[in-house]
């Protein structure tokens, strides 16, 4: 069910998760997580939904993404999230907050264009 490899440089052993063991899982009496490396792992509810997160400290806490649902983001789309994420917090960047950062920023430029439109078409909007 998981693929264990031999890091030699490190000399470690790296347990992976497989799409096997991912399809094979049964549904439990409470949420569980099936890790993957690095702090990846599906988290898995009590109905059968499976979302991947990655935890990571940020400034001495813990904090958790959460990447997406699966089947939507596979498991190596997963692994790639997690990649980014770690990136952008060797920049000292955080995660979550650049996500939601991000999406803040989105509606705004969709409300922004809405106004534009309905000022085009001469519709004004009291403050």
């Not at 399809?23 to 490396?37: G, N, Q, R």
């Not at 997406?68 to 060797?90: F, V």
């Not at 534009?116 to 078409?121: I, P, R, V």
Request: a positive charge; hydrophobic letters at 35%; zero cysteines.
């Amino acid at each position: 069910m998981y693929t264990v490899y031999f890091n030699a440089a490190t000399k470690n052993t790296v347990i992976i998760l497989t799409i096997k063991a991912i399809e094979s899982d049964k549904i439990k009496d409470k949420p569980y997580k099936l890790p993957d490396f690095e702090s990846l792992y599906l988290h898995i509810t009590m109905s059968s939904t499976k979302s991947w997160r990655y935890d990571y400290p940020f400034y001495s806490k813990r904090k958790t993404y959460t990447i997406g649902k699966y089947p939507y983001i596979s498991l190596s789309n997963a692994r790639n999230e997690k990649e980014l994420a770690r990136q952008l917090l060797a920049h000292g960047k955080d995660t979550s907050f650049e996500r939601k950062k991000s999406a803040l920023l989105a509606l705004m430029l969709k409300v922004t264009i809405l106004l534009n439109q309905l000022q085009a078409n001469g519709i004004h909007l009291n403050n």
